[in-house]
């Protein structure tokens, strides 16, 4: 759990620019295993921080491969590719990717702290990519847009 903890941290850490590369280094040899289960987006967040794209890549893969329901499917498909883009500074496509799930996303299953991380990813890359209407929607809890999944 501590190690939940501390990529959750660092995540946050990273929306407000405050997180250093040695402490995600220090983090990767524990995710490594941990990829294989449940905890599979803590693990893609690791690899992506330490430039470790090939296995965020595999991992994206195989979570989305394995998963039966296709709505989770769905959903998976824009939280990896919302992450993944943020990570690369691409912040329009990252906030397009998320905001169109932030309103079914408890349907997703995850903690509240697990779905407010991805709210936030959502609001900060809402920021940097100057849409500070929407940005301003989502903090104000108001409805953004959404698809049919």
């Given at each position: ?31 490594e295993s941990y990829s294989k289960n449940s905890f599979y987006l803590h693990a893609f967040l690791v690899f992506l921080a330490n430039g470790k794209n090939d296995l965020a890549n595999e991992l994206m893969e195989s ?87």
């Amino acid at each position: 759990m501590e190690d939940l903890d501390a990529v959750a941290l660092l995540w946050r850490l990273k929306l407000i620019s405050k997180d250093k590369l040695s402490d995600w280094k220090e983090l990767l040899p524990h995710w490594e295993s941990y990829s294989k289960n449940s905890f599979y987006l803590h693990a893609f967040l690791v690899f992506l921080a330490n430039g470790k794209n090939d296995l965020a890549n595999e991992l994206m893969e195989s979570s989305i491969n394995n998963n039966c329901n296709i709505y989770n499917k769905k959903m998976l498909i824009h939280i990896f590719e919302g992450l993944k883009f943020f990570s690369e500074g691409d912040y329009v496509s990252a906030y397009h990717a998320l905001s169109v799930i932030l309103n079914s996303i408890i349907f997703f299953g995850g903690s509240n702290a697990q779905r407010d991380l991805l709210e936030m990813t959502a609001i900060v890359a809402a920021i940097h990519a100057g849409y500070l209407g929407k940005a301003k929607k989502l903090i104000l809890g108001e409805a953004c847009s959404t698809v049919v999944l």
